[in-house]
């Protein structure tokens, strides 16, 4: 079976469409300002996205556009300015920023009330504390949206994470432990990740590392969960060979059109939620 990102991003959308339109009448349209230092095409493209995504609700997509030269002042001035905005719900900030600014400085400077993509310390706090405060980070909670709407449950499950990034495998560790799988982290280092990954119930796969999750790492019965994008020969791939584990496993998500499509839902949710608050 494939597991679609697109089904989920629709039954999402029903439920936010009626929570932006509560909000709207009560005079609040939620608005996530991007800031974005150049013009670099893989930020252009999904800042393209969020805004269909956002429009499709009657959301906001507020679009602040700064030179490759930025100094690191004006850009921490941008961010004050979007804390103190009460028209501004969500914040988020385009990475890598050019060497020149200390970005876990600039990070620290977001105010965690709209961190919606859980960049500051103190929302990867919450995250591991696992205390429903704040805000998760959007592509470990897309890959956790998933598995919900597709009635997967976690109890138990003997889960497999490849890769311990803070942005992907190691919340998506935490997140999956909150509901009770057994969960296994892996890395570069990890010994026989083949032997670990056959005997797994749930992979995720969250390495960059184009196709390496190939036949030879599944068995029959198994989810995967596809977190990679990569870019091979000018077309986009996942970590996962789909094609040689898909006659194999019992589902597996397709990249593109998988976990991807749900994380700017899952945003738009945050910011949803911010706005929320902050009446
Ligand atoms: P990263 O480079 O920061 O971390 C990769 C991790 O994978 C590291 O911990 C490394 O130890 C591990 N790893 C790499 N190669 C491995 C291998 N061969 N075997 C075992 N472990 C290996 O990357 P990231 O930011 O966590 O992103 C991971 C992937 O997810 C990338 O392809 C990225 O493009 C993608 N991503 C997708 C979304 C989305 O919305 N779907 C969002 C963010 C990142």
Do not use: W
């Not at 876990?104 to 929302?123: T, W």
């Not at 995250?127 to 956790?144: H, I, K, L, R």
């Amino acid at each position: 079976m494939e597991l679609r990102g697109m089904p989920v991003v629709k039954k999402m959308a029903e439920i936010d469409r009626v929570a932006v339109e509560e909000l709207t009448a009560k005079g609040v349209i939620p608005t996530l300002a991007v800031i974005r230092v150049g013009e670099r095409e893989d930020d252009l493209s999904y800042e393209r996205g969020l805004m269909k995504r956002f429009d499709s609700v009657g959301a906001k997509v507020r679009s602040i556009v700064l030179d490759l030269d930025v100094s690191e002042e004006k850009l921490i001035e941008t961010i004050n300015e979007c804390n103190e905005d009460k028209d501004i719900h969500g914040i988020l900030l385009f990475r890598p920023l050019p060497k020149t600014i200390d970005e876990k400085k600039v990070i620290e400077c977001v105010s965690p009330a709209k961190d919606v993509d859980c960049m500051c310390l103190e929302n990867i706090a919450h995250t591991f504390a696992q205390d429903n405060e704040g805000f998760e980070p959007c592509t470990p909670s897309a890959v956790m949206e998933m598995l919900s709407a597709n009635d997967i449950d976690l109890t138990g499950k003997n889960v497999v994470v490849i890769g311990r990034s803070m942005v992907v495998g190691k919340p998506l560790a935490m997140m999956l432990l909150k509901k009770n799988a057994t969960v296994t982290l892996c890395h570069t280092r990890t010994k026989d990740l083949k032997g670990i990954c056959q005997k797994a119930d749930i992979i995720c796969a969250a390495a960059g590392s184009p196709k390496m999750v190939d036949a030879s790492f599944v068995r029959e019965g198994q989810v995967i969960m596809d977190v990679g994008i990569n870019v091979v020969d000018g077309a986009l791939c996942g970590d996962v060979d789909y094609d040689g584990v898909k006659d194999i496993v019992e589902a597996v998500t397709p990249v593109p059109g998988g976990v991807g499509s749900v994380t700017t839902s899952v945003l738009l949710r945050h910011v949803i939620r911010g706005a929320q608050k902050s009446i």
